[in-house]
Every structure is written in C-alpha cells, then in structure tokens.
C-alpha cells in the first residue's frame, strides 16, 4: 500500500506563488512517474503537469509558463511551483503517481487532495 501526502495549498492574492509538494511513502520499488491534476467546483478534473523520474515534463497549455514541475526522486517527491496565479486556477490540487511496488507489479495512486483559492 502506497499513501501520498500533499501540502502547500492556501489561499493567495491574483499576481502571487504557490509551491505545493507530495511525498509517496509505503511499499515503494520505484516510481515511473508523478504529477498534479485539479479540479474546479463544477468542473472535469484536468491535468497539470506529469514528470518521470528520467526528468522528462508534460504541462497543459494553460498552464505551460506559470507553473513549474520538479522532482527529487531520493524522496520519492514532486513540486508544483505556481507563478502569476490567477482566480481561474482556484481548484483542488491532486497528487498523483505511477509506482512500482516490485519489478513487475505497477499501480496508479492519488492523493486526497489540497485546496488553492486565489482571490483578493
């Protein structure tokens, strides 16, 4: 069993930052990938942005420049750095992660989630 734990969400001004991290800890070989997804009130949850331990990044449009995702794989965890935020991007921030628990055996887990409003 696989448990990732989210931080870093909050509330913030139009125009300010946010840095949410994940730590996946528990039967963990290794993992593929990790990333972050959101979903607005109302709204399909949506990608973010995904990594791969290899260091290779996917954003989507809306949010390729703003945002930035990193990774330190020696602690199984994944940054989301967030940059000129506006309302629209108030969501909650889903952590999620590709991880094997032996050479074989690989399992898709999600986080419960952390809350970023930006408003004034």
């Known amino acids: 069993q696989v448990q990732l734990v989210e931080s870093g969400g909050g509330l913030v001004q139009p125009g300010g930052s946010l840095i949410l991290s994940c730590a996946a800890s528990?039967?963990?070989?290794?993992?593929?990938?990790m990333g972050w997804y959101r979903q607005a009130p109302g709204k399909q949850r949506e990608l973010v942005a995904t990594i791969t331990s290899g260091g290779i990044t996917n954003y989507a449009g809306s949010m390729k420049g703003r945002f930035t995702i990193s990774r330190d794989n020696a602690k199984n965890t994944v940054y989301l750095q967030m940059n000129s935020l506006k309302p629209e991007d108030t969501a909650v921030y889903y952590c999620?992660?590709?991880?094997?628990?032996?050479?074989?055996?690989?399992?898709?887990?999600w986080g419960q989630g952390t809350q970023v409003t930006v408003s004034s």
């Open positions: 528990g039967n963990i070989f290794s993992i593929y990938a």
């Open positions: 999620n992660a590709e991880i094997y628990s032996d050479s074989i055996h690989d399992y898709n887990y």
